[in-house]
């Protein structure tokens, strides 16, 4: 059955990966927070580089030529999805969580002790554990604390703030328990004081449409495999602000954005295969131009997740023995991802009990732990995490939902 914002079978059909059959089952992915399925034009994307274009970038032959074309062509499109004053904002990395080192790295050297930084206790630990490190130079690292509903707490956040913070870390939303950050009200704060705002898109980006310029966000990041592409990381930065500062360099690279936070040889294949995601994802929606189809695309793919998410959530209530964790999915804004836990059975064994199904599904922490941890799940093996994607259908929640039923009784 179609949903009505997408045409669910021809998305279904452009991915290869679920006409897989596993012990005469097919394979239903829930496990689309921790990376999406690809589509068969990703697919192409990549293949067609590496037996056309293959070659180091800057030379002077066509293969050469074609590889610089690849990249600044995926920081076009790059730059149409996030919203990006120009692609010179778009740099690239190996992931989110390496760029985000190398960019704490290079604000390390522009701090001074007795400066402050804040992350949330939300957080993955990638936006939490470089920053961290900045301990060792002498700034402080204060962190603003989660609520046991899963919302962040707004006034601890404005008690944490002063003339002090430079810097502000925070998630869009959060990969644990779905919940939509307030980060409009951290960005008026982080202006009263002239801070930073670094924004963890990551699990924010593969649902709803983004855009920089109006956020005013100064930094943003993430990772193209979340979104239908490659394993790549990318990195916003406001125009003009990485070129002042000191990244880690070789002498052959120059102090300028974007490429100056790019260190070696960047995956050219997997650039090739991140624009076609983006394209993958425009041809979701219509318009004049690509961000226009972005834009209509993301307003379709959230109707559509939030349809599903919103049935598996009243569903996930409906059994005994489950609780679902964070705020309530009817009233607030969240992402479709939606994490419990049952009684009697670690999340480990729903896990197991739904991969004898072929269902995808993951346990644990998901690195944010510090989140688990404080809502206490942490040793009781953290939660169980479902995550629809575009691809997924209804009747996938309704199998998935009979399957957990089955698992409470
Ligand atoms: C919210 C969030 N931030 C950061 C990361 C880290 O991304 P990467 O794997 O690209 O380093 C993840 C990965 O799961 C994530 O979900």
């Not at 050469?64 to 074309?69: A, G, S, V, Y």
């Not at 707004?154 to 998630?171: H, I, P, Q, S, W």
């Not at 269902?359 to 404080?374: N, P, S, T």
């Amino acid at each position: 059955m179609n949903s009505p914002s997408i045409d669910t079978t021809s998305i279904r059909n452009q991915f290869p990966s679920l006409e897989r059959k596993h012990n005469n089952l097919p394979m239903v992915y829930m496990d689309g927070p921790a990376g999406t399925q690809v589509p068969q034009s990703v697919i192409d994307s990549i293949t067609h580089y590496y037996k056309n274009s293959n070659a180091n970038s800057h030379g002077t032959f066509i293969t050469t030529n074609e590889t610089d074309q690849v990249i600044h062509h995926m920081r076009v499109c790059m730059a149409a999805l996030l919203g990006a004053e120009s692609e010179d904002c778009i740099s690239i990395g190996q992931n989110m969580t390496s760029l985000n080192f190398s960019l704490s790295r290079a604000i390390s050297r522009v701090l001074k002790a007795g400066d402050e930084v804040l992350i949330t206790q939300l957080d993955h630990e990638a936006n939490r554990g470089p920053w961290l490190t900045l301990r060792e130079v002498g700034v402080r690292v204060r962190e603003a604390n989660l609520l046991p509903n899963g919302q962040l707490d707004y006034d601890d956040f404005a008690k944490k703030m002063n003339e002090n913070t430079r810097l502000v870390c925070m998630g869009m939303s959060a990969n644990s328990i779905g919940t939509v950050n307030n980060f409009k009200l951290i960005r008026e704060l982080t202006y009263r004081y002239n801070a930073w705002l670094l924004l963890d898109a990551v699990h924010y980006a593969p649902h709803f449409s983004i855009n920089v310029a109006a956020i005013g966000c100064d930094f943003l990041l993430c990772s193209a495999y979340k979104f239908y592409g490659p394993h790549v990381g990318i990195l916003y930065s406001k125009p003009g602000l990485l070129d002042r500062l000191p990244t880690d360099r070789l002498r052959t690279a120059g102090q300028v954005a974007p490429e100056s936070i790019e260190t070696g040889t960047l995956n050219h294949a997997a650039i090739a295969g991140v624009s076609a995601a983006v394209e993958f994802i425009a041809g979701v929606g219509s318009g004049n131009t690509r961000r226009e189809k972005l834009v209509d695309a993301y307003h379709k793919i959230s109707a559509h997740e939030y349809l599903l998410a919103s049935k598996l959530y009243a569903g996930l209530r409906k059994i005994p023995g489950v609780t679902v964790i964070g705020q309530d999915f009817a009233t607030t804004n969240r992402t479709p991802t939606l994490s419990f836990t049952l009684e009697g059975k670690t999340p480990t064994q729903v896990c197991e009990q739904l991969a004898s199904k072929n269902i995808c599904a993951w346990d644990g922490h998901f690195y944010a732990i510090h989140a688990i941890e404080v809502l206490g799940l942490l040793e009781k093996g953290g939660v169980t995490r479902l995550g629809i994607s575009v691809y997924n259908s209804l009747e996938e929640v309704d199998f998935v939902l009979a399957e957990i039923e089955k698992i409470a009784r």
